[in-house]
């Protein structure tokens, strides 16, 4: 397997005044499920981003996919904790943003997808049984539709490694179970690397290996540990 | 709590004291020319601005009127025909040429360093009123309507761009976040997130903005720029104050119509929009819940 996240004496967080933690060394294989648990405030969301390069790592090495740069077109799917949906848009626009992240601006412009790209929503979009919401503006779905039109847009785009910050939450156990089930169906037969960021436990335990990140009493900031839940 | 109430009436009345002193020293002293302010105004309404001549909206003596209907070539009809032209072309180049100027501005899409120069930018032309850039291309491109027209383009594209850059910072980080993880570009990002995003608001400014220059239109006229101020500026030279309260009176009620139409067409885009929309009387009348 190789690596797709590899991160050697790793700082995070905005600032070199404020860094929120440090990661000694972490290695996650292709097709791996890991979640990262921790306290509110403590820099879940933070790594999470690093990762994505939507923060720029204060020191060390963090390489995604052998680079240190921003990763190739398509390959990171990141969902936010409040997902970043369009929200007056329909189910089948906020997926088709997924589908089209290879396209060009051009042809983006001119509304002429390939038969393939709208295929490819289509099929998503019944993936996570949407179909008969796929006209509906995304404003109008319940929390747990949301979450499944997130995880189609992610999905649509194909990518090799997706961030999930916390979107399991606010959903109740029945919905928790559908909306796994359906990312799980992906990352499995796609052998996708998911990183989920959660605070509480019991869904952290759905993933295959899970690291911790806790203050200790020699640091000021947290530090990221594997453990065993 | 106690003591943030307790500072409201203080505050009031520092204001209202404020206020007064201000306004004696503009007055410096020369009280004389208010005791009769009242009487003045009266006398003018009843001996020059009252009845409003509605002469205005019968045809002009020349050039002759070749249209079925006399109102077609009437002052009162050209005038606010080419006003209302004026703002809607203005609106349109201004809008045009706002987007994208917004989005250089915009500080979560781009650096200090490339936005601050576009807010600069936008700021100085919001800086000199409409009228003032009509002086302007009235000396630049001569009397009529294209001066108006560029006129305000420029007022529109810097009152317009703040509106627009506003609107884009305020938008969730997280639609910006998704698409960049994706590897988008700024320029894909500002066509696939930003825009559907902000487009609601950015339709309902432009209305917002086309009332705001119709109303404004009727002012750049007087300097020469075309649309029914220049009609209110030539009946003011000439003292027929009678024409100018009955253009008035017209202007009043064409801003009202489009405000109407304005209020419902905006009902349709604005965030918390039902399908059902609200009558137009409601809109005006009935207090937002």
Known sequence: ??????????????????????????????????????????????????????VNPISGTLKVFDTEGVSARGVIGYIP??????????????VLEGAICNESILRSISGFHEEKVIDKVKETIELMNLSDKIDEPVKRLSGGQQRRVAIARTIAQGPKLILADEFLSELDDKTVENVWKSMLEYVTSNNTTLVIVEHNIERARLAERCFKLEKNEESDYSILSEVKI | MNIARRKYPIFLTFILFTTYLIFVDLVDGNWASLENSLENLSRFFRESLWPPNWKVIEARSYPSCERSWDFLCSPAYIGIMETLKIAFVSTGFGFIISLPLATLASRNLYSDSIAIPFRFLLAAMRTLPSIIWAIFFVILVGLGPVSGVLAMT????????????????????????????????????????VIPETANNLISQLFFM????????????????????????????????????????????????????????????????????????????????
Do not use: C, W
């Open chain 1, 1 to 54: 397997m190789s690596s797709v996240i590899h991160a050697v004496n790793l700082k995070i967080g905005y600032s070199p005044d404020s860094i929120l933690g440090e990661i000694d060394n972490l290695e996650i294989e292709q097709g791996e499920i890991v979640s990262i648990v921790g306290e509110s405030g403590i820099g879940k969301t933070t790594f999470l981003k690093s990762i994505a390069r939507l």
């Open chain 1, 81 to 94: 904790q409040k997902l970043g949906l369009i929200k007056h848009e329909t189910v089948y626009s906020n």
């Open chain 2, 154 to 193: 420029f007022y529109t594209v810097g009152y317009l761009g703040k509106l627009q850059y506003e609107t884009i910072e305020g938008l969730s980080n997280d639609p910006l976040d998704a698409a960049k993880a994706m590897g988008l570009k700024n320029s894909e990002m500002i066509q696939r997130v």
């Open chain 2, 210 to 289: 086309f009332e705001y220059n119709v109303r404004h239109g009727s002012v750049i006229g007087i300097v020469g720029a075309g649309g029914i101020g220049y009609y209110i500026s030539t009946y003011l030279k000439f003292l027929q104050y009678d024409k100018v309260i009955a253009l008035l009176i017209i202007l009043f009620f064409v801003v009202i119509a489009i405000d109407l139409i304005s209020i419902k067409a905006r009902s349709y885009f604005v965030d918390d929009a039902t399908f059902k929309s609200p009558s137009l009387f409601g809109n005006i009348f009935r207090a937002k819940k």
